[in-house]
């Protein structure tokens, strides 16, 4: 359990919320980074997700650059760097995908690799197992206001809540 907490609880708070409960309830954190998160590679072409789908993880972006297309028809990508985290509206509420995310043909990584090489590596956080692990926490009721706070700015920022997509946060 120690190795999972080396590994993913740096990554994990790269996040605000996360970096306020390793310093207010660590076993908190330590449940998350031993339950609730994984590692996952994936190469050019290939996607992490799609428009339409119910989404189940929240994802932190390790090494390499993802390409995100708003919408289902977007052609135009914002691009995705390492350090940032994606789909965090599925931590709290029910939410399908807003667009879709490949590995970039633009890489930002720490090693040089040929294109065929291209990959982006992740840490995701899968959403079932943080609501099981939360739902324990003495901090339940800040998690719930963050969550409340958090949905009322997306969408102000967004426009509606049907312009909130899965970069916002």
Not at 31 to 42: F, T, V
């Given at each position: 359990?120690?190795?999972?907490?080396?590994?993913?609880?740096?990554?994990?708070?790269?996040?605000?919320?996360?970096?306020?409960?390793?310093?207010?309830?660590?076993?908190?954190?330590?449940?998350?980074?031993?339950?609730?998160?994984?590692?996952?590679?994936?190469?050019?072409?290939?996607?992490?997700?799609?428009?339409?789908?119910?989404?189940?993880?929240?994802?932190?972006?390790?090494?390499?650059s993802l390409a995100y297309f708003r919408?289902?028809?977007?052609?135009?990508?914002?691009?995705v760097y390492s350090g940032s985290w994606a789909c965090e509206p599925v931590l709290?509420?029910?939410?399908?995908?807003?667009?879709?995310?490949?590995?970039?043909?633009?890489?930002?990584?720490?090693?040089?690799?040929?294109?065929?090489?291209?990959?982006?590596?992740?840490?995701?956080?899968?959403?079932?197992?943080?609501?099981?692990?939360?739902?324990?926490?003495?901090?339940?009721?800040?998690?719930?206001?963050?969550?409340?706070?958090?949905?009322?700015?997306?969408?102000?920022?967004?426009?509606?809540?049907?312009?909130?997509?899965?970069?916002?946060?």
């Amino acid at each position: 359990q120690k190795l999972h907490e080396e590994v993913y609880a740096p990554v994990l708070c790269w996040h605000p919320l996360f970096k306020h409960l390793q310093e207010n309830e660590e076993s908190t954190i330590s449940s998350m980074c031993h339950l609730a998160m994984s590692e996952q590679r994936i190469v050019t072409g290939e996607e992490l997700f799609r428009y339409g789908v119910r989404a189940k993880k929240m994802y932190f972006l390790v090494d390499g650059s993802l390409a995100y297309f708003r919408g289902y028809d977007e052609q135009i990508p914002v691009l995705v760097y390492s350090g940032s985290w994606a789909c965090e509206p599925v931590l709290w509420t029910k939410w399908s995908h807003r667009g879709r995310m490949i590995v970039s043909t633009t890489q930002n990584s720490r090693a040089s690799k040929s294109k065929s090489q291209q990959a982006g590596e992740l840490m995701t956080l899968d959403a079932v197992e943080f609501h099981a692990i939360t739902s324990q926490t003495r901090l339940l009721s800040e998690l719930q206001s963050y969550a409340r706070v958090y949905a009322s700015m997306a969408v102000h920022d967004c426009g509606g809540a049907n312009s909130i997509d899965d970069l916002w946060g």
